[in-house]
């Protein structure tokens, strides 16, 4: 939920194709939840084409591996841009800052934020186009580490970072190292376009399994952690440091979305000590997972605490599943993916059309949504509840 006193910020996304999949879209529906207009540009693309996406992590191996992301669907046309309607830029890693750093428009693009002194943020290998651009030199940097030689060589003061969380600020530039670091790099570029947070001091569980969706457990989640709350991440038979892997759910012409594997998501607590009292509100991830954990009587005793106890429960896609087994849909409105339509009708709730796949609707404590694309106004509207704002 956001306040505009002080005028709508608007801000540009610098977007190529094999982009990290969470450092596209994890600040690109955080910052629409939180109230601003972000537009999504491409060079050489429209509004409406897709870039495809690499999900990029730490595996084992002596570097990064990568698989197929989501596509991230544009909604502006690159060579309609006009630097001086946005007030911040923002650059995501993986692999397309490698070819974005060779085009002479994006630099030219890149130069005329800085040169007006408008807030730059970029994150990864993001960097290498700072570079390029020669807009780092004096200036304290950090980036994925193999991005230093570069950006030392360009003139930067190179931070390294401690973990791959880091994020450091220097005048009009705010540099991240991974993705990891989102929260306080969103954060940072809150403050920069002049927001402020109110009512943060909410603590908020998730309930994850193996398998579910990538986007709509990372977006929320780093989202609420952006907004300074404290986040929780649990799963049955799981302790902290545990992982789930996580399933990239699109549409790409099928008659069904496709599935290609995530990112493994790290939890930060143990079910087994989860106590209801200690949060504020609950949110419940689709995917694959929610398919076997309403099958789980520790997962419906605690969605049940939380629904008597009329905290917020906030669900989306398929985790609807695990609400209808619960029987907390009762008497209630609600959306979800249109395959869980039948669960919903069956455990006695009012459905509501997903008409478009981005509406999400609130009942009483109850936030429903039908799919990923509608993460900013889930996200917004579970904010609400929550009596959280990020104030302009």
């Given at each position: 939920m956001a306040n505009s006193k002080g005028g709508k910020r608007s801000v540009l996304l610098l977007c190529g194709d094999y982009m990290e999949d969470y450092e596209a879209m994890v600040p690109f529906q955080a910052l629409l939840a939180f109230g601003v207009s972000v537009d999504a540009a491409c060079p050489g693309k429209k509004s409406g084409d897709v870039c495809p996406t690499a999900v990029h992590q730490s595996t084992g191996h002596q570097t990064y591996s990568e698989t197929?992301?989501?596509?991230?669907?544009?909604?502006?046309?690159?060579?309609?841009i006009d630097p001086s309607k946005y007030d911040g830029l923002v650059i995501p890693g993986g692999r397309a800052p490698e070819y974005l750093?060779?085009?002479?428009?994006?630099i030219d693009l890149v130069r005329k934020f800085s040169n007006s002194g408008k807030t730059i943020a970029s994150i990864c290998h993001g960097q290498l186009i700072l570079a390029a651009a020669d807009v780092v030199k004096g200036r304290k940097c950090t980036a994925y580490p193999p991005v230093k030689p570069v950006l030392i060589a360009a003139g930067a003061s190179w931070i390294e970072p401690e973990t791959m969380a880091a994020c450091v600020v220097d005048g009009n530039i705010i540099t991240g190292a991974t993705y990891e670091g989102h929260p306080?790099?969103?954060r940072l570029?809150?403050?920069?376009l002049g927001g402020t947070i109110t009512g943060s001091d909410k603590r908020i569980l998730f309930l994850c399994g193996d398998y579910m969706e990538d986007y709509e457990v990372a977006v929320p989640f780093q989202s609420l952690q952006a907004l300074e709350c404290h986040v929780d991440a649990v799963c049955p038979k799981k302790k902290a440091g545990d992982s789930c892997p996580t399933a990239v759910h699109d549409f790409e012409g099928d008659q069904t979305y496709s599935e290609k594997p995530g990112h493994n998501f790290t939890l930060t607590a143990n079910f087994e000590s989860v106590d209801v009292s200690g949060y504020d509100a609950l949110v419940v991830p689709g995917g694959r997972a929610p398919e076997y954990l309403a099958l789980?009587?520790?997962?419906?005793?605690?969605v049940k605490d939380f629904m008597e106890a009329k905290k917020p429960v906030a669900s989306i896609c398929h985790g609807q599943q695990i609400l209808a087994a619960a029987g907390v849909l009762k008497g209630k409105k609600c959306t979800a993916y249109p395959a869980v339509k039948l669960?919903?009708?069956?455990?006695?709730?009012s459905w509501l059309e997903p008409d478009p796949i981005d509406c999400c609707?609130?009942?009483g404590n109850l936030v429903s949504g039908a799919a990923w694309p509608g993460h900013p106004e889930f996200i917004s509207q579970l904010m609400a509840l929550l009596g959280i704002q990020v104030l302009f």
């Open positions: 197929r992301g989501h596509n991230f669907a544009l909604n502006a046309t690159f060579d309609e750093a060779m085009n002479d428009s994006v306080e790099f969103i570029f809150l403050k920069a789980n009587e520790n997962v419906i005793a605690l669960n919903v009708l069956l455990a006695g709730a609707f609130t009942d």
